[in-house]
């Protein structure tokens, strides 16, 4: 029989190969960010974790005040100061057990620190007598990432190397709406999700890449959608919310621990300050925009709800107050001394032994920096 | 005196037995890359691996090369020793951000405290009749990135013997794997494997007195050849194999070039900013006064490399670098 012949029994069908992979039905974000304080499911959040957040919050910004001070006085070199995003921070560290792992971008200092690391050594890479001032594996927080959404597909791979060592480990990723463009971003996602690790992915997406607006980012209708074409559960959360932050992450810690396998998260959320100390913000958005989200200003959001449910005393308020004066004035303090540099460090750490080349090379700075103590000028 | 059996064995085969001993010696070991696993790779260099320990250890990634190094970071941060799989030279480039800004930082970036023990597999160079992106020599981006080791074998036993070096080190290796050599035969005992080799050492793979040929990988066994059909010229030419381009054996080197006094570096690498602009420089500083003529470099040309049809004359030969040999300023010595 020709084509021809066949033609009037033709019926178009799908490839035999062809099948539905997934229902993408549950894994679309919801129409709008999700919310906690104000509305009813705020009655169901726990006082002590509230309180909790507060203080965090509260210790938090004022540690950003803080560390864009020590810029100007020349004790940090840089600052990308997250305030107004300090319940993102807050919560992605909270969210996680001891045995966890974080894995910061730049702006995120103040979650390292939120998960116990000592706040100098958390700002080693700022003031830059080092790169990592912190141990990664005292605190289990990955260093700093710089070349934003690199660090992704390594928290997907400790996570999946984890699992494979039969540890109930998770990962928390964080990037900013910006680093959703860069092709790590859509790689770890897609490795994570194919390989069910125990990965979740927070963006905080605080509106301005330095000063690109998110329109000029991406067409999704949310970032949080683009979850659905790797086939893992997109969530989107008001990121100036706390309790509504630590919620979502912690439902999707819950799930990624139990075997359900990656989330990716979207808090809307805003970048009060510049992109660093160095920036101009004025150049690219005006001040509406900002009074705007100054208005929705996470810590007034959650001392609102505290205080009308009676959770929260003047007296509270007042220590939380306290306790950021005292970890600023220990900031301050510690960070007025110089560091104590050793150039020959700069040897010490390229490899696990230094190679011959390395070697001629130390030899040389060594006389170099001797000569120098002996005041020769050549 | 007791004999060893030995059987002639291919260098791809003998990659395969260092991945599968090393498995077994390290449960840490997992490899992982593009087809690795139920096909065993498209060289079949990870031929049967994931049948032996399972595909957990011998995992078929997504394709994506920055997504497969990038993960292997990840894993090495947790503990585990990744070996991981480039399909081709030129396929590796996605991954050059993980490799340069992570893979290579990490041990410097946390003082030691988080060390990569990392194997990168990249098959590379010319001369099996690739098309476009199959062929290229890309040692001197590696080597131009500190904090990784670069490693290529040119005998089927340093196959083996420097890739379970390169799964030992605690640094992260580079191990540059010649594909034309991928099917040389040696005899090599595959039951009873040689020792680790260790890395950062040349070989001399042939002694001669009248000029030093400094070569690795693809190339070593061209300048053998050359060597023997200098022969007929009169020259008696020293035949060095780097073995490892970082680190760098000036040791091995020096001593060869001091003993003959003339040098030409041989790579299929383009010369200009290549390895053998640097390996000359090295030479020149440390040989001076040893030295009877000009380092000369017989190399790939400064250019994209060539459709498979052209490849020949692009590829440095025997003529080549007979050439260059009789460019060593000989009429002086009389």
Not at chain 1, 149 to 160: E, I, R
Not at chain 2, 26 to 46: A, K
Request: aromatic letters at 6%.
């Amino acid at each position: 029989m020709t084509v021809m012949e066949q033609r009037g029994a033709y019926k178009p069908a799908p490839p035999p190969a062809w099948q539905p992979r997934t229902d993408p039905e549950p894994l679309l974000p919801d129409a709008e960010p999700y919310r906690v304080l104000g509305t009813e499911a705020a009655a169901k959040a726990d006082p002590e974790l509230l309180r909790r957040l507060y203080a965090q919050l509260v210790r938090g910004r004022r540690y950003n005040t803080q560390a864009t001070a020590l810029t100007k006085q020349g004790r940090l070199a840089v600052y990308p100061s997250s305030t107004g995003q300090e319940a993102c921070e807050v919560a992605a560290a909270l969210a996680l057990e001891d045995r966890d792992w974080l894995f910061p971008s730049y702006r995120d200092t103040l979650a390292v620190v939120a998960r116990g690391v000592d706040p100098v050594e958390a700002l080693t890479l700022l003031r830059g007598d080092w790169h990592t001032g912190y141990d990664p594996y005292e605190h289990r927080v990955a260093p700093l990432s710089t070349p934003l959404a690199t660090q992704l597909p390594h928290a997907v791979g400790l996570a999946h190397a984890a699992r494979l060592k039969g540890d109930d480990v998770v990962a928390l990723a964080l990037v900013g709406d910006g680093g959703t463009s860069e092709g790590d971003f859509h790689e770890a996602l897609n490795f994570a999700a194919v390989w069910q690790a125990p990965v979740v992915f927070l963006v905080q997406n605080n509106g301005f890449a330095i000063s690109v607006p998110l329109a000029k980012q991406t067409a999704a209708p949310s970032l949080a959608h683009k979850a659905v074409g790797y086939g893992m559960p997109g969530r989107l959360v008001d990121g100036n919310d706390a309790a509504a932050v630590h919620e979502v992450l912690s439902d999707a810690v819950r799930r990624a621990r139990t075997g359900g396998g990656p989330t990716l998260v979207e808090a809307v959320t805003y970048r009060i300050d510049a992109h660093t100390n160095a920036d101009d913000a004025t150049r690219y958005r005006g001040d509406a925009e900002v009074q705007a989200w100054r208005d929705h200003d996470p810590i007034q959001l959650l001392e609102r709800e505290l205080t009308g449910r009676g959770l929260l005393d003047e007296a509270a308020v007042q220590a939380a107050r306290d306790d950021a004066e005292a970890m600023a004035a220990d900031l301050r303090e510690r960070m007025n001394r110089d560091p104590e540099l050793d150039p020959m460090d700069l040897f010490a750490h390229v490899y696990a032994e230094p190679t011959p080349q390395l070697r001629e090379q130390r030899a040389l700075l060594r006389a170099e920096l001797e000569a120098e103590q002996e005041g020769g000028h050549r | 005196m007791t004999t060893v059996a030995v059987k002639p064995a291919t260098m791809a085969q003998a990659l395969t037995r260092a991945l599968r001993d090393a498995m077994a010696a390290d449960p840490s070991v997992h490899v992982m890359g593009e087809d690795v696993g139920t096909l065993g790779g498209v060289f079949r260099v990870t031929d049967g691996l994931a049948k032996e320990f399972g595909e957990d250890r011998c995992t078929d990634t997504p394709l994506a090369e920055a997504g497969i190094l990038g993960t292997a970071v990840g894993m090495a941060m947790y503990g585990l020793r990744p070996v991981v799989e480039m399909q081709f030279d030129a396929f590796a480039y996605p991954a050059f951000e993980q490799l340069v800004s992570h893979v290579a930082r990490m041990r410097n970036r946390t003082r030691g405290r988080m060390p990569l023990p990392i194997t990168i597999r990249v098959p590379y160079g010319g001369g099996i009749g690739g098309v476009e992106h199959h062929s290229d020599s890309s040692e001197a981006f590696y080597m131009a990135t500190p904090g990784l080791h670069v490693v290529t074998p040119a005998t089927v036993a340093d196959a083996y013997g420097l890739l379970r070096a390169a799964i030992a080190s605690d640094d992260p290796v580079v191990f540059l794997e010649p594909k034309r050599l991928y099917w040389s035969k040696d005899t090599w005992n595959p039951d009873r494997p040689t020792d680790v080799e260790p890395i950062g050492r040349a070989a001399v793979r042939r002694p001669g007195r009248s000029a030093s040929l400094l070569t690795y990988g693809p190339s070593v066994q061209v300048c053998m050849e050359a060597a023997e059909a200098a022969r007929a010229e009169g020259w008696d030419l020293e035949v060095v194999d780097l073995r490892s381009l970082v680190p760098f054996d000036d040791e091995t080197v020096c001593a060869s070039v001091r003993r003959t006094g003339r040098a030409v570096v041989v790579h299929e690498s383009g010369s200009f900013g290549g390895p053998g602009g640097e390996i000359a420089a090295r030479v020149t500083e440390r040989c001076f006064h040893h030295l009877e003529a000009p380092v000369l470099r017989v190399a790939g040309f400064d250019l994209p490399y060539p459709p498979p049809m052209l490849e020949r004359h692009h590829l440095p030969g025997v003529d080549r670098i007979l050439d260059a040999v009789a460019r060593l300023q000989w009429e002086a010595e009389g």
